[in-house]
């Protein structure tokens, strides 16, 4: 028998058909890549405020006891926020946290003393996706007038956008 036979039906795709299904697959895979993007940069959002909120409890904490605490700017200054391990917080408490807008992860995340006389201390860190709830939070702590904490844009740049008062 041929490989063509004028009385056989010819079995098979066509290679138009192929196409339109390698097509088709790629457009899905193309909108999973992007959705699995964002829901790894929500995760990563979440424990970056993780984060922030336990950094604040361990500074509440050690200064609770009649400690006070001096380390601030970023959390790898002397005497900084990761000089609390491992009295008051766990060893790799921010392993593996990045944020798009910053190449160091270092600088993450700053802590200030609010400079409106109330003794409290701001968090602030950099999220990849803020949402506009924590933009506004974080407009409001930082104020540079007569409310808020009172950081300056040179304390506080716009890289940062999310903040916390303890």
Known sequence: MKWYDKDMKMRGFTIVELL???VV???L???VVVS????QQ???DAKIRSVVKTAGDAIALKEGRGESFTGFGFFTVANGVDSLVPTYLKTGYRDGVKSRNMSNSDQIFK???CGDGSGA???YASLNNPTDEDIATFNKIRGTTT???RQTTTQVPATYNYAQVF
Do not use: F, P, S
């Not at 699995?36 to 829901?39: A, E, I, L, T």
């Open 29 to 31: 895979a193309a909108i």
């Open 36 to 39: 699995y993007n964002g829901v």
């Open 147 to 149: 409310t808020g904490c």
């Open 111 to 113: 802590v200030y003393r």
């Open 42 to 44: 929500n995760g990563m």
């Open 121 to 123: 201390i701001a968090i």
């Open 20 to 22: 339109v299904v390698i």
């Open 25 to 27: 697959i790629g457009i």
